[in-house]
Protein backbone atom coordinates (compact mmCIF):
# COMPACT_ATOMS: atom_id res chain seq x y z
CA UNK A 1 0.00 0.00 0.00
CA UNK A 2 1.37 3.37 -1.16
CA UNK A 3 0.01 5.92 1.12
CA UNK A 4 -0.56 10.12 0.32
CA UNK A 5 1.24 12.16 2.98
CA UNK A 6 -2.04 14.63 2.36
CA UNK A 7 -4.84 13.82 -0.71
CA UNK A 8 -6.06 17.20 -2.26
CA UNK A 9 -7.11 14.45 -5.18
CA UNK A 10 -10.28 13.29 -3.24
CA UNK A 11 -10.92 16.72 -2.07
CA UNK A 12 -10.63 18.16 -5.72
CA UNK A 13 -12.92 15.20 -6.70
CA UNK A 14 -15.98 16.16 -3.66
CA UNK A 15 -15.86 19.99 -4.72
CA UNK A 16 -14.95 19.80 -8.84
CA UNK A 17 -18.38 21.16 -9.63
CA UNK A 18 -18.30 24.47 -7.53
CA UNK A 19 -14.32 24.62 -8.32
CA UNK A 20 -14.95 23.87 -11.74
CA UNK A 21 -17.61 26.49 -12.11
CA UNK A 22 -16.17 29.35 -10.18
CA UNK A 23 -13.17 29.16 -11.88
CA UNK A 24 -15.45 29.08 -15.42
CA UNK A 25 -16.83 32.49 -14.02
CA UNK A 26 -13.73 34.15 -13.77
CA UNK A 27 -12.53 33.34 -17.30
CA UNK A 28 -15.62 34.61 -18.76
CA UNK A 29 -15.08 38.23 -16.89
CA UNK A 30 -11.86 38.88 -16.89
CA UNK A 31 -10.83 40.51 -14.00
CA UNK A 32 -7.55 38.32 -13.36
CA UNK A 33 -6.72 41.07 -10.81
CA UNK A 34 -9.04 42.86 -8.25
CA UNK A 35 -12.10 41.08 -9.11
CA UNK A 36 -15.00 40.52 -7.46
CA UNK A 37 -14.12 37.24 -6.23
CA UNK A 38 -11.37 38.80 -4.25
CA UNK A 39 -13.98 41.14 -2.40
CA UNK A 40 -16.03 38.18 -1.75
CA UNK A 41 -13.38 35.91 -0.62
CA UNK A 42 -12.46 38.55 2.22
CA UNK A 43 -15.78 39.06 3.14
CA UNK A 44 -16.02 35.13 4.14
CA UNK A 45 -12.66 34.90 5.25
CA UNK A 46 -13.40 37.76 8.00
CA UNK A 47 -17.45 36.48 8.71
CA UNK A 48 -15.08 33.19 9.21
CA UNK A 49 -12.55 34.56 11.66
CA UNK A 50 -14.86 37.09 13.07
CA UNK A 51 -12.64 40.08 12.14
CA UNK A 52 -13.37 43.49 10.95
CA UNK A 53 -11.40 43.40 8.26
CA UNK A 54 -9.82 40.85 6.36
CA UNK A 55 -6.97 41.05 3.05
CA UNK A 56 -5.90 38.03 0.74
CA UNK A 57 -2.14 38.34 -0.09
CA UNK A 58 -0.18 36.78 -2.42
CA UNK A 59 1.30 34.21 -0.18
CA UNK A 60 2.04 33.67 3.69
CA UNK A 61 4.98 35.21 3.77
CA UNK A 62 3.36 38.45 2.34
CA UNK A 63 0.88 37.90 4.97
CA UNK A 64 3.47 38.38 7.40
CA UNK A 65 5.45 40.85 5.34
CA UNK A 66 2.67 43.45 4.98
CA UNK A 67 1.75 44.06 8.63
CA UNK A 68 5.33 44.53 9.99
CA UNK A 69 5.87 47.32 7.06
CA UNK A 70 2.25 48.81 7.98
CA UNK A 71 3.06 48.87 11.69
CA UNK A 72 6.69 50.46 11.09
CA UNK A 73 8.49 47.58 12.03
CA UNK A 74 12.46 48.05 10.77
CA UNK A 75 15.92 48.99 11.19
CA UNK A 76 16.95 49.31 14.64
CA UNK A 77 13.62 47.12 16.05
CA UNK A 78 14.09 43.85 17.54
CA UNK A 79 11.37 41.17 16.82
CA UNK A 80 10.65 38.33 19.79
CA UNK A 81 9.99 35.11 18.10
CA UNK A 82 10.22 31.64 18.59
CA UNK A 83 13.22 29.37 17.30
CA UNK A 84 11.54 26.72 16.01
CA UNK A 85 9.17 27.17 12.65
CA UNK A 86 9.41 27.79 8.99
CA UNK A 87 12.21 30.63 8.11
CA UNK A 88 9.54 32.90 6.43
CA UNK A 89 8.85 33.76 10.14
CA UNK A 90 12.19 35.26 10.38
CA UNK A 91 12.84 35.82 6.91
CA UNK A 92 10.02 38.58 6.72
CA UNK A 93 11.60 40.09 9.88
CA UNK A 94 14.47 40.64 8.02
CA UNK A 95 13.07 41.43 5.21
CA UNK A 96 11.18 44.35 7.13
CA UNK A 97 14.76 45.84 8.50
CA UNK A 98 14.34 44.75 11.82
CA UNK A 99 16.50 41.62 13.98
CA UNK A 100 14.35 38.93 15.22
CA UNK A 101 15.66 37.79 18.53
CA UNK A 102 14.85 33.62 18.90
CA UNK A 103 13.65 32.23 22.24
CA UNK A 104 13.07 28.46 23.13
CA UNK A 105 9.51 26.51 22.81
CA UNK A 106 7.65 24.99 25.06
CA UNK A 107 8.90 21.27 24.94
CA UNK A 108 5.20 19.55 24.89
CA UNK A 109 3.61 22.36 22.30
CA UNK A 110 6.39 23.50 20.74
CA UNK A 111 4.80 26.64 20.47
CA UNK A 112 6.86 29.76 21.75
CA UNK A 113 7.86 29.22 25.67
CA UNK A 114 5.78 32.46 26.80
CA UNK A 115 7.83 32.20 30.55
CA UNK A 116 11.07 32.98 28.10
CA UNK A 117 9.53 36.24 26.62
CA UNK A 118 9.91 38.77 28.88
CA UNK A 119 13.62 38.36 29.70
CA UNK A 120 14.10 38.86 25.80
CA UNK A 121 13.02 42.27 25.63
CA UNK A 122 15.10 45.18 25.68
CA UNK A 123 14.44 48.53 24.81
CA UNK A 124 14.61 48.29 20.58
CA UNK A 125 11.63 45.33 21.13
CA UNK A 126 9.01 46.80 19.44
CA UNK A 127 6.58 43.90 18.62
CA UNK A 128 5.85 39.85 19.24
CA UNK A 129 5.56 36.77 16.38
CA UNK A 130 4.38 33.69 18.03
CA UNK A 131 3.65 30.86 15.61
CA UNK A 132 0.81 28.96 15.94
CA UNK A 133 2.60 25.84 14.81
CA UNK A 134 0.89 22.83 13.81
CA UNK A 135 -2.20 23.78 13.81
CA UNK A 136 -2.58 24.96 17.59
CA UNK A 137 -2.57 27.96 18.93
CA UNK A 138 -0.03 29.68 21.19
CA UNK A 139 -0.60 31.21 24.41
CA UNK A 140 -1.78 34.31 23.21
CA UNK A 141 -3.47 35.76 26.36
CA UNK A 142 0.00 35.30 28.01
CA UNK A 143 1.76 37.21 24.84
CA UNK A 144 -0.92 39.44 24.49
CA UNK A 145 -0.44 40.02 28.16
CA UNK A 146 3.17 40.81 27.82
CA UNK A 147 3.38 42.63 25.03
CA UNK A 148 0.66 45.71 26.79
CA UNK A 149 2.76 45.55 30.04
CA UNK A 150 5.87 46.60 27.40
CA UNK A 151 3.68 48.55 24.70
CA UNK A 152 4.36 46.01 22.03
CA UNK A 153 2.99 44.59 18.63
CA UNK A 154 1.62 40.90 18.85
CA UNK A 155 1.65 39.37 14.97
CA UNK A 156 0.44 36.06 15.16
CA UNK A 157 2.04 33.74 12.03
CA UNK A 158 -0.96 31.75 11.79
CA UNK A 159 -0.07 29.85 8.19
CA UNK A 160 -0.68 26.62 10.18
CA UNK A 161 -3.65 27.74 12.29
CA UNK A 162 -6.51 29.15 9.57
CA UNK A 163 -9.80 27.89 11.31
CA UNK A 164 -7.91 26.96 14.61
CA UNK A 165 -9.99 27.97 18.43
CA UNK A 166 -8.17 29.45 21.10
CA UNK A 167 -10.70 29.73 23.97
CA UNK A 168 -13.44 29.92 21.66
CA UNK A 169 -12.43 32.74 19.38
CA UNK A 170 -10.26 31.98 15.93
CA UNK A 171 -6.81 32.01 15.35
CA UNK A 172 -6.10 34.68 12.86
CA UNK A 173 -7.99 37.36 15.52
CA UNK A 174 -6.48 36.67 18.40
CA UNK A 175 -3.83 39.54 18.51
CA UNK A 176 -3.98 43.36 16.25
CA UNK A 177 -2.76 41.56 13.25
CA UNK A 178 -2.53 38.02 12.20
CA UNK A 179 -1.13 36.19 9.11
CA UNK A 180 -2.53 33.11 7.45
CA UNK A 181 -1.09 31.09 4.22
CA UNK A 182 -3.48 29.29 1.41
CA UNK A 183 -0.10 27.37 0.22
CA UNK A 184 -1.71 24.10 -0.99
CA UNK A 185 -0.46 22.12 1.44
CA UNK A 186 -2.05 24.21 4.44
CA UNK A 187 -5.09 23.61 6.13
CA UNK A 188 -7.02 25.76 3.81
CA UNK A 189 -4.93 25.31 0.42
CA UNK A 190 -5.53 27.40 -2.92
CA UNK A 191 -4.01 26.52 -6.18
CA UNK A 192 -1.02 28.18 -5.84
CA UNK A 193 0.31 30.54 -3.65
CA UNK A 194 -1.41 32.39 -1.58
CA UNK A 195 -2.44 33.99 2.06
CA UNK A 196 -4.18 36.64 4.08
CA UNK A 197 -4.37 39.25 6.21
CA UNK A 198 -6.87 39.76 9.71
CA UNK A 199 -6.91 42.36 11.42
CA UNK A 200 -9.82 44.90 13.56
CA UNK A 201 -8.47 48.51 12.99
CA UNK A 202 -9.17 50.87 10.32
CA UNK A 203 -6.04 52.40 9.93
CA UNK A 204 -3.88 49.63 9.77
CA UNK A 205 -6.15 47.55 7.27
CA UNK A 206 -6.31 50.56 4.98
CA UNK A 207 -2.72 50.66 5.17
CA UNK A 208 -1.83 47.16 4.91
CA UNK A 209 -3.89 47.45 1.85
CA UNK A 210 -2.05 50.41 0.28
CA UNK A 211 1.02 48.49 0.83
CA UNK A 212 -0.26 45.30 -0.84
CA UNK A 213 -0.52 48.09 -4.21
CA UNK A 214 2.88 49.31 -4.22
CA UNK A 215 1.84 51.91 -1.08
CA UNK A 216 -0.74 53.60 -2.89
CA UNK A 217 -3.41 55.53 -1.93
CA UNK A 218 -4.91 56.04 -5.39
CA UNK A 219 -3.32 54.33 -8.59
CA UNK A 220 0.02 55.77 -9.44
CA UNK A 221 0.27 58.45 -6.47
CA UNK A 222 2.93 56.23 -4.16
CA UNK A 223 2.59 57.49 -0.20
CA UNK A 224 4.36 54.45 1.34
CA UNK A 225 6.77 51.78 0.10
CA UNK A 226 4.66 49.41 -0.84
CA UNK A 227 4.70 45.77 -2.49
CA UNK A 228 3.21 43.53 -5.03
CA UNK A 229 1.50 41.67 -2.77
CA UNK A 230 -2.16 40.81 -4.23
CA UNK A 231 -3.80 37.41 -4.38
CA UNK A 232 -5.47 36.75 -7.61
CA UNK A 233 -9.02 36.35 -9.00
CA UNK A 234 -8.68 32.86 -9.39
CA UNK A 235 -7.43 31.89 -6.63
CA UNK A 236 -10.38 33.85 -4.14
CA UNK A 237 -12.66 31.82 -6.48
CA UNK A 238 -10.97 28.86 -5.39
CA UNK A 239 -10.94 29.38 -1.75
CA UNK A 240 -14.68 30.38 -2.04
CA UNK A 241 -15.44 26.94 -2.98
CA UNK A 242 -12.93 25.51 -0.64
CA UNK A 243 -14.50 27.44 2.10
CA UNK A 244 -17.94 25.59 1.90
CA UNK A 245 -16.16 22.35 2.92
CA UNK A 246 -13.72 23.53 5.22
CA UNK A 247 -15.79 23.49 8.62
CA UNK A 248 -16.31 19.52 8.03
CA UNK A 249 -12.69 19.39 6.92
CA UNK A 250 -11.55 20.51 10.71
CA UNK A 251 -14.01 18.09 11.88
CA UNK A 252 -12.14 15.36 10.05
CA UNK A 253 -9.16 16.51 10.71
CA UNK A 254 -9.50 15.84 14.19
CA UNK A 255 -10.99 12.63 13.65
CA UNK A 256 -8.09 11.39 11.93
CA UNK A 257 -5.81 12.88 15.42
CA UNK A 258 -8.16 11.60 17.61
CA UNK A 259 -7.61 8.20 16.10
CA UNK A 260 -3.56 8.28 16.06
CA UNK A 261 -3.20 9.50 19.51
CA UNK A 262 -5.93 6.77 20.82
CA UNK A 263 -3.58 4.18 19.24
CA UNK A 264 -0.20 5.87 19.95
CA UNK A 265 -1.07 6.47 23.60
CA UNK A 266 -0.08 2.55 24.38
CA UNK A 267 3.79 3.27 22.76
CA UNK A 268 6.40 2.88 25.20
CA UNK A 269 9.73 4.05 23.50
CA UNK A 270 12.36 6.39 23.86
CA UNK A 271 11.70 10.24 23.21
CA UNK A 272 8.60 9.18 21.56
CA UNK A 273 5.71 11.58 22.22
CA UNK A 274 2.87 12.48 20.35
CA UNK A 275 0.65 15.88 19.68
CA UNK A 276 -0.17 17.68 23.12
CA UNK A 277 -3.37 19.57 22.60
CA UNK A 278 -4.14 22.05 25.54
CA UNK A 279 -8.11 21.90 27.04
CA UNK A 280 -8.86 25.68 25.42
CA UNK A 281 -7.41 24.70 22.29
CA UNK A 282 -9.01 23.01 18.69
CA UNK A 283 -6.19 22.34 16.71
CA UNK A 284 -6.58 22.03 12.62
CA UNK A 285 -3.66 19.79 12.32
CA UNK A 286 -1.45 21.43 9.67
CA UNK A 287 1.21 18.66 10.84
CA UNK A 288 0.46 15.80 13.37
CA UNK A 289 4.12 15.43 14.57
CA UNK A 290 5.33 12.52 16.57
CA UNK A 291 9.17 13.06 18.84
CA UNK A 292 11.34 9.79 17.47
CA UNK A 293 14.00 8.61 18.85
CA UNK A 294 16.32 7.50 15.85
CA UNK A 295 14.65 9.49 13.31
CA UNK A 296 16.41 8.16 10.72
CA UNK A 297 15.49 4.60 10.90
CA UNK A 298 11.99 5.71 11.55
CA UNK A 299 11.19 7.47 8.19
CA UNK A 300 13.41 4.78 6.62
CA UNK A 301 11.45 1.91 7.61
CA UNK A 302 7.79 3.81 7.15
CA UNK A 303 9.12 4.73 4.03
CA UNK A 304 9.58 0.58 2.83
CA UNK A 305 6.14 0.22 3.82
CA UNK A 306 4.50 3.40 1.77
CA UNK A 307 4.37 5.59 4.63
CA UNK A 308 5.69 9.06 3.74
CA UNK A 309 6.86 11.42 6.70
CA UNK A 310 8.29 14.83 6.60
CA UNK A 311 10.20 16.81 9.21
CA UNK A 312 8.71 20.31 10.37
CA UNK A 313 11.42 21.69 10.64
CA UNK A 314 14.92 19.79 10.89
CA UNK A 315 16.81 22.68 11.85
CA UNK A 316 16.02 25.66 13.86
CA UNK A 317 15.59 29.38 12.13
CA UNK A 318 18.87 30.45 13.64
CA UNK A 319 21.09 27.73 12.70
CA UNK A 320 20.47 28.16 8.96
CA UNK A 321 23.42 29.12 7.11
CA UNK A 322 22.28 32.65 6.36
CA UNK A 323 20.24 33.31 9.74
CA UNK A 324 23.14 31.97 11.77
CA UNK A 325 25.76 34.83 10.27
CA UNK A 326 23.28 37.47 9.63
CA UNK A 327 19.64 36.75 11.19
CA UNK A 328 19.39 37.78 14.59
CA UNK A 329 19.83 37.14 17.98
CA UNK A 330 19.19 33.91 20.16
CA UNK A 331 17.93 34.71 23.45
CA UNK A 332 19.27 32.35 26.27
CA UNK A 333 19.54 28.37 25.67
CA UNK A 334 16.86 27.16 22.80
CA UNK A 335 17.99 23.63 23.36
CA UNK A 336 14.18 22.49 23.40
CA UNK A 337 13.92 23.95 19.83
CA UNK A 338 17.14 22.25 18.68
CA UNK A 339 15.92 18.55 20.51
CA UNK A 340 12.63 18.98 18.80
CA UNK A 341 14.09 19.99 15.20
CA UNK A 342 16.47 16.80 15.72
CA UNK A 343 13.57 14.28 16.95
CA UNK A 344 10.45 15.50 15.12
CA UNK A 345 9.04 13.89 12.40
CA UNK A 346 5.15 14.32 10.80
CA UNK A 347 2.92 12.07 9.62
CA UNK A 348 0.18 12.06 6.66
CA UNK A 349 -2.41 13.72 7.52
CA UNK A 350 -5.68 14.65 5.25
CA UNK A 351 -9.47 15.04 6.30
CA UNK A 352 -10.48 12.07 3.63
CA UNK A 353 -7.66 9.86 5.34
CA UNK A 354 -10.30 6.43 5.42
CA UNK A 355 -9.77 4.26 8.68
CA UNK A 356 -8.65 1.33 6.37
CA UNK A 357 -5.22 3.66 5.33
CA UNK A 358 -5.16 5.20 8.81
CA UNK A 359 -4.95 1.55 10.31
CA UNK A 360 -2.18 0.42 8.09
CA UNK A 361 -0.32 3.48 8.66
CA UNK A 362 -0.72 3.05 12.67
CA UNK A 363 0.26 -0.51 12.04
CA UNK A 364 3.26 0.84 10.70
CA UNK A 365 4.37 3.61 13.31
CA UNK A 366 3.86 0.86 16.20
CA UNK A 367 6.24 -1.90 14.23
CA UNK A 368 9.22 0.85 13.22
CA UNK A 369 8.96 1.30 17.04
CA UNK A 370 9.63 -1.41 18.19
C1 LIG B 1 3.90 28.17 5.30
C2 LIG B 1 4.36 29.08 6.37
C3 LIG B 1 4.66 30.42 6.12
C4 LIG B 1 4.73 31.01 4.74
O1 LIG B 1 3.61 30.83 3.95
P1 LIG B 1 3.77 30.83 2.35
O2 LIG B 1 2.36 30.85 1.87
O3 LIG B 1 4.48 29.57 1.99
O4 LIG B 1 4.53 32.03 1.96
C5 LIG B 1 4.99 31.23 7.20
N1 LIG B 1 5.04 30.74 8.44
C6 LIG B 1 4.78 29.45 8.72
C7 LIG B 1 4.83 28.99 10.13
C8 LIG B 1 4.45 28.57 7.69
O5 LIG B 1 4.20 27.29 7.97
Not at 149 to 157: A, G, P, S, T, Y
Request: aromatic share 10%; net charge neutral; with cysteine.
Amino acid sequence: MQVPFIDLKTQYKALKKEIDSNIQKVLDHGAYVNGPEVVECEKKLAEFVGSKYALTAASGTDALLIPMMALGIGPGDEVITTAFSFIATAETIVLAGATPVYVDVDPKTFNIDVSKIEAAITPKTKAIAPVSLYGQVADMDEINAIAKKHNLFVLEDSAQSFGAMYKGKRSCNLSIVGGTSFFPAKPLGCYGDGGAIFCNDEKLHIAMKEIREHGSEVRYYHTRLGVNGRLDTLQCAIILAKMQRYPWEIEQRNRVAKRYSQAFAAIKAKDFSFPFVHEHNTSVWAQYTLTVSDRAAFIKTLSESGVPTSVHYPRIMPDQPWYAKHGGRVHGDVSHARWAADHCVSLPMYPDMDEKTQDYVIEKVIQALK
